[in-house]
T-cell receptor, first 112, second 115 residues
């Protein structure tokens, strides 16, 4: 059973507009949440994270929101740029073993 | 910057061969991981290691083994390669951190094709 779900396989957005990527999780014991970005033929690169004691974290154009009651995580990119076109994975961690569980990813395409 | 290096970007092997994928990190990280990425399935954890000679199974360990003889190097072994092991393989590392707030750092991946 999937513990982390990214229900949108793809998302297309115009340059300059907001991109919103969503992620749902099932286990309330997860305590650390991350977003990774992946270009083809490269490894994932860390983008932004949030711990369970917060509900928002910002870093430049990227903001992550955490709704613990809904077990929902979202990534907002404002303004979106063509270079943001990539696959975005959300990942969650619970417990002390550093293991991450990843969603299946969302392909974001930002059109010029 | 953390550097995680995977020895091959592309590899082609034959069914039944024993295949070694190598990963080296240069930041003295205690924890290392092997994932595979497949279209529509995301990243799935194969094995991980907390320290030299320590290993734990991830979510899909069948058909794989690992070796961690030195802290900086974590090897993934396909004992007898099969076509369903054709995939992108990703190595990651992370330091020990009492708060557990460090992200994993990934290598660029090895695209493995089993014919």
């Amino acid at each position: 059973d999937q513990q982390v779900k990214q229900n949108s396989p793809s998302l297309s957005v115009q340059e300059g507009r907001i991109s919103i990527l969503n992620c749902d999780y099932t286990n309330s014991m997860f305590d650390y949440f991350l977003w990774y970005k992946k270009y083809p033929a490269e490894g994932p690169t860390f983008l932004i994270s949030i711990s369970s004691i917060k509900d928002k974290n910002e870093d430049g154009r990227f903001t992550v929101f955490l709704n613990k009651s809904a077990k929902h995580l979202s990534l907002h990119i404002v303004p979106s740029q063509p270079g943001d076109s990539a696959v975005y994975f959300c990942a969650v961690r619970g417990g002390s073993n550093y293991k991450l569980t990843f969603g299946k990813g969302t392909l974001l395409t930002v059109n010029p | 910057d953390v550097k995680v290096t995977q020895s091959s970007r592309y590899l082609v092997k034959r069914t039944g061969e024993k295949v070694f994928l190598e990963c080296v990190q240069d930041m003295d990280h205690e924890n290392m991981f092997w994932y595979r990425q497949d279209p529509g399935l995301g990243l799935r954890l194969i094995y991980f290691s907390y320290d030299v000679k320590m290993k734990e199974k991830g979510d899909i360990p069948e058909g794989y083994s690992v070796s961690r003889e030195k802290k900086e190097r974590f090897s993934l072994i396909l004992e007898s390669a099969s076509t369903n092991q054709t995939s992108m393989y990703l190595c990651a590392s992370i330091p020990w951190d009492s708060m557990g707030r460090q992200p994993q750092h990934f290598g660029d991946g090895t695209r493995l094709s089993i014919l």
